[in-house]
């Protein structure tokens, strides 16, 4: 197919017909362009962290400084690039590409969503810098209500703000998926990255207003003296963590499942072969969205809840690990006997498979209540937390960027030097983050800023394996940026990879299709 006079990168140049756009494709490249300057704010903060960790007398900043640096890390890393990440940008780019739909349902709701994610940013940057917060990512009660000096107000109200965009997104996710699929395109004939973000577009529109209601509470309290959580008052400080965490864990597969629909395109595709048990695939990312709303118990072991709703959490939470371990397994199906091809694409995704099986099976770990009791609030829960989120959801983020980007703008990357950066992130990560869970088995408190002595070789390798892991990242934004100006054109589909986003140009048209596509066969046809 030749390539038409325009597509959708050069219709229009000005800076007007960018930020008035409706079209999902450049609205996609806004919000990768903010939760990129996110991204690196929030891995500025862990860096001064970990720099800090490197002696165990804690004499580079003091105690009320360390405790704004790993909030601001938190909360920027969470709110503002984790949760919008996949569907923000590749869910907004590929989803009407993969369903042969010329844009979202709603294109004018899609552009609003990115102004109000960035309007939310701009609140809590402004927190940041008025004099920082220090609750943690979580805004725990009483200390946020009652005794934080810090700009909390701020903080929460950009997290309440972008809990909108949030809702919006999902919505238009939902109705285009109902309503605008190509002809044949029936249900069990959708991509899994399909099937991923249209289950975290429910989970969006159903939990983010739990988490939006707890932060206005917070925000009400603390302005007008309001008894919500201040026993004082009659409130129950407890409250605040049940529908912070009726949404928070929930929120954990906003951020890992379209990671989940990413890996699955690549492997399938890397490996020459269909995705083994497509159905059965369907059905646990189904059952991943709907568990996730009955396990929120579990972050609440040794906060004061009943022994029989800490049993009854502790069971679904083991239950909750059978539908990812059904995905783990049919990923390793797929892979065996398949011609796989070590693309960067691809080593990302083994990755993903790795570090996500040792994320997950170290949280069924926590799951048990005796073991919880020993290793809750240590640093066993940040390795676990951060195997999931960065070594699973980040590295399924660059393992589609590297994926998809022919498409996104039709040009190559360096292969050589992408493999590096691959290679580089998968040590980096474990250098950085196993050690934390030998730091937390041995009792080493997260949130200190100062540790004993003994704890100090494992810090140290954990810093060093921070420098490795920011290599790996920061390779990606040169040759990317390299290849923008420089990049030999890709072709319609240099992967010789399936799915209706492949039969377009590179990059695609204003409106996707010059044609509307029709489809006749399974999804993953390869021979």
Not at 51 to 64: I, K, R, Y
Not at 115 to 123: A, E, H, P, V, W
Not at 427 to 452: D, E, K, S, V, W
Request: glycine residues 10%; neutral net charge; aromatic residues 16%.
């Amino acid at each position: 197919m030749s390539e038409p006079e325009t597509h959708y990168l050069n219709d229009g140049w000005t800076l007007r017909s960018w930020l008035l756009t409706t079209d999902h494709k450049r609205i996609a490249w806004m919000y990768f362009a903010t939760i990129t300057a996110f991204f690196f704010i929030g891995g500025l903060a862990a860096l001064l962290v970990r720099l800090e960790l490197l002696t165990p007398a804690g004499d580079m900043v003091d105690s009320d400084t360390y405790n704004k640096l790993f909030s601001a890390h938190g909360i920027v890393m969470v709110w503002f690039f984790l949760v919008p990440s996949i569907p923000a940008t590749m869910g907004n780019f590929l989803l009407p590409l993969m369903l042969g739909a010329r844009d979202l349902a709603f294109p004018k709701l899609n552009l609003l969503s990115w102004y109000i994610f960035t309007l939310g940013g701009l609140f809590t940057m402004t927190a940041v810098i008025a004099g920082g917060v220090d609750t943690g990512w979580t805004f725990y009660t009483p200390y946020s209500t009652l005794f934080s000096n810090s700009a909390v107000v701020l903080a929460a109200s950009g997290v309440f703000v972008v809990g909108f965009s949030s809702i919006l997104t999902g919505l238009n996710f939902i109705v285009t998926t109902h309503k605008m699929r190509a002809p044949g395109l029936t249900w069990m004939r959708l991509p899994l990255f399909c099937w991923a973000n249209y289950a975290t577009s429910l989970i969006m529109v159903l939990a983010t207003p739990v988490l939006s209601m707890a932060l206005l509470l917070i925000v009400l309290e603390r302005a007008l003296g309001i008894g919500i959580f201040d026993p004082e008052l009659g409130g129950d400080p407890l409250l605040f963590q049940h529908l912070f965490w009726f949404y928070s864990h929930p929120a954990v597969y906003i951020m890992i499942l379209p990671g989940m629909g990413v890996v699955s395109e690549i492997i399938t595709c890397f490996a020459r072969r269909p995705i083994f048990g497509y159905t059965g695939m369907v059905i646990s990312i189904m059952a991943i969205a709907l568990f996730g709303f009955i396990v929120w118990g579990h972050h609440m072991f040794v906060a004061g809840q009943s022994l029989y709703a800490g049993i009854l959490f502790s069971f679904f939470t083991f239950l909750v690990a059978v539908p990812s371990a059904i995905k783990t397994l049919n990923w390793t199906a797929t892979l065996y006997g398949g011609r796989i091809r070590f693309t960067a694409p691809m080593i990302y995704a083994l990755s993903f498979l790795g570090l996500f099986t040792i994320g997950g099976l170290t949280g069924v770990i926590l799951a048990s209540l005796a073991v919880d009791i020993h290793l809750h609030d240590t640093y066993f829960v940040t390795a676990h937390f951060h195997y999931i989120m960065v070594g699973g959801m980040v590295t399924a983020y660059l393992g589609g960027l590297h994926f998809w980007w022919p498409k996104i703008t039709g040009k190559l990357y360096s292969g050589p030097w992408s493999i590096v950066a691959a290679l580089a992130l998968f040590i980096g990560f474990n250098l950085t983050f196993f050690p934390q869970f030998l730091l937390g088995f041995l009792g080493m408190p997260r949130r200190y800023h100062a540790y004993p002595e003994e704890f100090q070789l494992l810090h140290v390798m954990s810093t060093l394996g921070a420098g490795v892991l920011a290599v790996g990242y920061l390779l990606p934004m040169v040759y990317f940026g390299w290849s923008l100006w420089r990049g030999k054109p890709a072709g319609d589909n240099p992967w010789d990879a399936t799915g209706l986003e492949w039969r377009t140009t590179s990059p695609p048209p204003k409106h996707n299709f010059v044609d509307t596509p029709t489809v006749t066969g399974r999804p993953y046809d390869y021979v």
